[in-house]
């Protein structure tokens, strides 16, 4: 083979080997911002089952207008799901904080972390990494 044959394999095999690792990225990147949107809709959900325990008379097993004695295991019977592991981080009279872990890990090897504050007629999403 002549040089520049051998010199236009070699850019080739370097050029899909870039193609490659930045498919690799992206695949990455996105699979972080889906498992991070699913743990926020299931953190959501778990906070309106918390605002309807909020809303509910204690004869119903409610909290009667307050979150005080809520527990996870009222809101959900599985803390854990394919998306992350949940909390309830800690539960007031007006405030509920919860927390939730999901399974994909940022780019610095940290599992992804959202928490919410769930109020009687709001909910606050933020979102750690």
Known sequence: ?????????????IL???????????F???AVSLNRDAVTIDLVNLGSRAQLY???PFLFGGGQGSFAGLTLADLTSKPTNENGTYRLKNATENLIRLEGKGTERDPYGDPIKVEMNVFPDTMNVVVNN
């Open 16 to 26: 899909v080997g870039i193609a490659v690792a930045v498919g690799i990225s992206i």
């Open 28 to 30: 990455q990147d996105n």
């Open 54 to 56: 909020y809303r509910r």
């Open 1 to 13: 083979m002549g040089y520049q044959q051998l010199l236009l394999i070699s850019l080739s095999v």
